[in-house]
Each structure stands twice: as structure tokens, then as C-alpha cells.
T-cell receptor, first 114, second 119 residues
Framework: EAQVTQNPRYLITVTGKKLTVTCSQN?????MSWYRQDPGLGLRQIYY???????DKGDVPEGYKVSRKEKRNFPLILESPSPNQTSLYFC?????????????FGPGTRLTVT | DQQVKQNSPSLSVQEGRISILNCDYT??????FLWYKKYPAEGPTFLIS?????DKNEDGRFTVFLNKSAKHLSLHIVPSQPGDSAVYFC??????????????????FGQGTILTVHP
């Protein structure tokens, strides 16, 4: 089944404890991206990647890192999480490098930082 | 600075009637516009899109209208069904020719509108 998977789905952690949220797609998609969803703010793009080894900042990249060593994986790394990173995170991928094309979203990861 | 705005947090309509969801944008470099639908506990799913060279795109019950001079787009759902109840996000993206080096690849979403369709 063609899909975008994220792990974990739920995570509660403490301030400063490094964490990684994994994202994997099995559709051979070129484009991958991370978003966070917050009440009243909608979805905001954190980072995106249009190719292996190519990553770019979205609108809210502060406090996050990403890497794209393989086409299928795009992990999101929080080196020192803070409570303002408590949010619902979505990974997405698209066949084309242009985000104007349909993106397929994962089921989301709900992160709580205390 | 919210470059894509959905000013109505919620909308309630009766089954069978028309739902109109609105979206405004400020960045004139945006060339492509998309609508995504999101159910609770799921990721968003693509609904319909429109390029700035068009003013209307239709797909079954869903039609998106673009007024470039007003920097406004709307999504019409006719007829509305209870299964359409969800959060609707509009999104905008610059094309390569418009974006320049730093913004191509970005996708900017609005805040979302919760649509409730009553049976």
C-alpha cells in the first residue's frame, strides 16, 4: 500500500531531551516536507526537500533539523525540545519536486514537551 | 505575517445546500493554489487545485474560483453532504519562474475552516 508513515504517533518528552520523529514513504517521491499544526495557525511548513541531500527551510525552521540521506526517509530532529514545540506534526511527500502538486500526508505525530 | 488567510474559523450548512469557503492571500508571487481536507486523527488529503492562469477549476461537487486581482479564492461544494464535515485548508505556492532562489518549494497554508454539514 502506498503510504507515508511516521513514528512515533504520540510522544511525551521533557525539555532538552533530543528526539527524532521518523518519516518514510514508499512511493519513490521526490519531494518531502514537514509541517506543524497549531490551533489558530493552521499548518506551517518547517523544512522541505526536493531531492536527496537537498533540504531547505520552510516558514518555521527554528529549533528543528532534518536530513535526506535516502529518497524514502526524511527524519525530523529536535536537538533540544522546548514546550513551544508541543504540536501536531505531519510529514508529506509528493511525486514532483514542485509543492504545487498533490502532497500525500502521514497520519501525524502528536508531540508534548513538558 | 500570515500570507494566506482564512478569516472564517467555522462554517455550518445544511445538507444539500452550497458550502462556500474563502481564502485570501497577500503574496503576489503565489501562482498555484490548493485545497486540502482534514478529518480528525488523520493527515490532510488533497482536494482540488488551480493555477493562476485559470479563474475556475471544477471536479465533481467541488469548484475552486480564483480572483487574482482581489487575491482571493473560494471553494464551492455543491451539494454539501454530511461526509464533507472536516477542516479545510487552502494553500499557496510560487512557481519556479516567480519564486526566485529562496521560496521555490515552499507551501504556505491558511489557518483552516471547520465545515459542519448538518443532515
Amino acid at each position: 500500500e502506498a503510504q507515508v508513515t511516521q513514528n512515533p504517533r504520540y510522544l511525551i518528552t521533557v525539555t532538552g531531551k533530543k528526539l527524532t520523529v521518523t518519516c518514510s514513504q514508499n512511493m519513490n517521491h521526490e519531494y518531502m516536507s514537514w509541517y506543524r499544526q497549531d490551533p489558530g495557525l493552521g499548518l506551517r511548513q518547517i523544512y522541505y526537500s526536493m531531492n536527496v541531500e537537498v533540504t531547505d527551510k520552510g516558514d518555521v525552521p527554528e529549533g528543528y533539523k532534518v536530513s535526506r540521506k535516502e529518497k524514502r526517509n526524511f527524519p525530523l530532529i529536535l536537538e533540544s525540545p522546548s514546550p513551544n514545540q508541543t504540536s501536531l506534526y505531519f510529514c508529506a511527500s509528493s511525486l514532483h519536486r514542485d509543492p504545487a502538486y498533490e502532497q500525500y500526508f502521514g497520519p501525524g505525530t502528536r508531540l508534548t514537551v513538558t | 505575517d500570515q500570507q494566506v488567510k482564512q478569516n472564517s474559523p467555522s462554517l455550518s450548512v445544511q445538507e444539500g445546500r452550497i458550502s462556500i469557503l474563502n481564502c485570501d492571500y497577500t503574496n503576489s508571487m503565489f501562482d498555484y493554489f490548493l485545497w486540502y481536507k482534514k478529518y480528525p486523527a488523520e493527515g490532510p488529503t488533497f482536494l482540488i487545485s488551480i493555477s493562476s492562469i485559470k479563474d475556475k477549476n471544477e471536479d465533481g461537487r467541488f469548484t475552486v474560483f480564483l480572483n487574482k486581482s482581489a487575491k482571493h479564492l473560494s471553494l464551492h461544494i455543491v451539494p454539501s453532504q454530511p461526509g464533507d464535515s472536516a477542516v479545510y485548508f487552502c494553500a499557496a505556492s510560487p512557481t519556479l519562474s516567480n519564486a526566485g532562489g529562496t521560496s521555490y518549494g515552499k507551501l504556505t497554508f491558511g489557518q483552516g475552516t471547520i465545515l459542519t454539514v448538518h443532515p
